[in-house]
């Protein structure tokens, strides 16, 4: 069962699509699953019922729309909260990780590069993964060094983290670049609670054009040549392109 996770609803500020219409783009592209995760910030009480309502509504056998939060806590630190659609009114990342998982949902550290690959020692212990590839901040192509990294360490920690790849969608105007394959053989009916606990299981593989990987281990080739290459040939690339075309 293929999805994607870290997608922004119009219930979010900067996001440009309803429920609605992530439901149908993800059925037409063959989705079997949505990880909605709008900004906590950005919901009233009445909004979050109303946007739980929306996904319930807009599921179905073939594909379901997770509701989830994203949590912007101290220090820059943001939260994934797959499963969660009810504010926590706390900034401490911490916890916040640990009211997640304690209301059932998956605790995911958010594009570690928007804080310099950092991660709070003390949030290891409480965490379900971290999105080793971000295809927003780190590139449709290949996940940063550092992420892998910092993956490792948290695996050192607390060798129950998983390596997540999200897309950090706010608007379809191109197919998702990092997707999820999740294991369900001989699964007939999909329901939330399913995949979230075949995510929590770590029972999925992350995947891009040119690179995939087991959410238990990350890429096997952290330390091989290959892939130091190819993450600095894409930087280069990029800050080309943003010198002569004004891209990022």
């Excluded at 109303?50 to 594909?63: P, T, V």
């Excluded at 029972?203 to 054009?209: A, P």
Aim: glycine residues 12%; charged residues 25%.
């Amino acid at each position: 069962m293929r999805g994607i996770i870290h997608v922004h609803s119009d219930f979010s500020e900067d996001g440009f699509h309803s429920v609605a219409d992530l439901g149908d783009f993800a059925r037409e592209t063959g989705f079997s699953f949505v990880g909605l995760t709008d900004h906590a910030e950005d919901l009233s009480p009445r909004d979050m019922a109303n946007f739980r309502q929306e996904c319930e509504k807009h599921s179905g056998d073939s594909c379901v729309l997770i509701p989830g939060l994203e949590f912007r806590c101290s220090g820059d630190v943001h939260m994934l909260g797959l499963g969660i659609n009810d504010g926590i009114h706390d900034d401490d990342p911490v916890k916040v990780a640990t009211e997640i998982r304690r209301r059932g949902g998956l605790a995911v550290l958010a594009h570690p590069g928007r804080n310099g690959y950092q991660c709070p020692a003390e949030l290891y212990p409480v965490l379900n993964g971290i999105e080793i590839w971000n295809a927003g901040y780190d590139g449709r192509f290949v996940p940063p060094l550092a992420n892998l990294r910092l993956f490792q360490e948290a695996r050192t920690a607390n060798h129950n983290v998983l390596g997540f790849g999200g897309e950090d969608l706010h608007i379809w105007d191109r197919p998702p670049r990092v997707v999820i394959d999740l294991q369900g053989e001989g699964i007939d009916r999909l329901d939330i609670g399913m995949v979230l606990h075949g995510l929590q299981m770590g029972r999925f593989s992350v995947h891009g054009r040119y690179l995939s990987f087991n959410a238990m281990t990350g890429p096997d080739w952290l330390g091989g040549i290959p892939l130091r290459v190819f993450r600095k040939s894409y930087e280069i690339s990029k800050t080309f392109r943003n010198l002569v075309f004004g891209e990022s």
